[in-house]
């Protein structure tokens, strides 16, 4: 997962709002979202290399999304799977604040991460590249990408900003639109672009909000939404290394009776 922009308490019938895109080399092996074969209340893409998934949400509304940290230090080859991360808060009972709180105890064994935990009662941040302890997040559009949350990068700027402008003229969020937001291919300026030790024309490619590279780039965007009453969509639309769409999968979900209704 390599962008997420989310909205809370902005719409008064859809408490919380994600879309989120997933960039990784195209030879990493992974399963599209639907419900774990060995855990079937969780609802979410599976990394089969190294475990566990980059955005989850469980039948009572459980949400867990990660981001990896960019930077130019090396990563530590015997640091746990970052994926356990999502997995283990997917799989328990703790509070997000409660877990989000074991997890900074427990930060510098794993390499650079971004996580959220919660429901769209109650959002939680954590990071071991942050220099402030976990945070419950409120009212907001936020954006994460990887760097720490609302870090001003092109990208997390231009698809926040986007978000902003849909929300303020409905009261129902077009799946349709975010997901156009998160698709956006439209690369940033160079003086505008981070330097987290991957070289320019790295950056370059790693710049636009949907990454389109024979290589490395955006495998999915996922989309959640989670209705006052208790009813959630969950969205996954899957693309090839051209950047064209290969599927889509929707769910609908009754959080309050935990179980897929459609």
């Known amino acids: 997962m390599c962008l997420a922009i989310f909205s809370l308490n902005r719409l008064p019938d859809w408490p919380l709002i994600i879309a989120a895109n997933r960039d990784e080399l195209h030879t990493r092996p ?3 979202a ?3 074969d060995n855990a079937t209340h969780i609802l979410g893409g599976r990394d089969l290399e190294a475990g566990g998934t980059w ?3 469980t039948l009572s509304g ?13 990563r530590k080859l015997d640091a746990p799977s970052r994926g356990q991360l999502t997995e283990n808060y997917l799989r328990g009972n703790h509070t997000a604040q409660a877990y989000a709180q074991t997890v900074h105890q427990d930060s510098s064994l794993y390499n650079g ?12 941040y954590c990071s071991n590249r942050s220099a402030t302890p ?4 409120t009212t907001g559009i936020f954006g994460l990408s ?3 949350l609302n870090a001003p990068w092109p990208k997390v700027l231009r698809t926040r900003n986007a978000l902003e402008n849909h929300l303020r ?7 349709e639109v975010l997901f156009s937001i998160l698709q956006d291919t439209t690369a940033a300026a160079e003086h505008e672009l981070p330097d987290t030790g991957v070289g320019l024309a790295r950056e370059k490619i790693l710049g636009s909000p949907f990454i389109t590279d024979p290589r490395y780039g955006t495998r999915c965007t996922t989309i959640v939404l989670q209705h006052v009453d208790g009813k959630a969509i969950f969205l996954e639309k899957r693309y090839n290394s051209l950047g064209q769409t290969e599927g889509l999968v929707r769910w609908e979900i009754d959080t309050q009776q935990q179980k897929i209704i459609a």
């Open 169 to 175: 003229d409905v009261t129902t969020p077009s799946a």
């Open 113 to 124: 991460f971004n996580l959220l935990v919660g429901d769209h009662r109650e959002l939680w």
């Open 146 to 148: 990887n760097a720490v």
């Open 34 to 36: 639907a419900p774990w």
């Open 134 to 137: 976990p945070q419950q997040l």
């Open 30 to 32: 992974t399963l599209s």
């Open 55 to 57: 955005l989850g949400m």
């Open 62 to 74: 459980r949400i867990a999304l990660l981001t990896n940290y960019r930077e130019p230090t090396p």
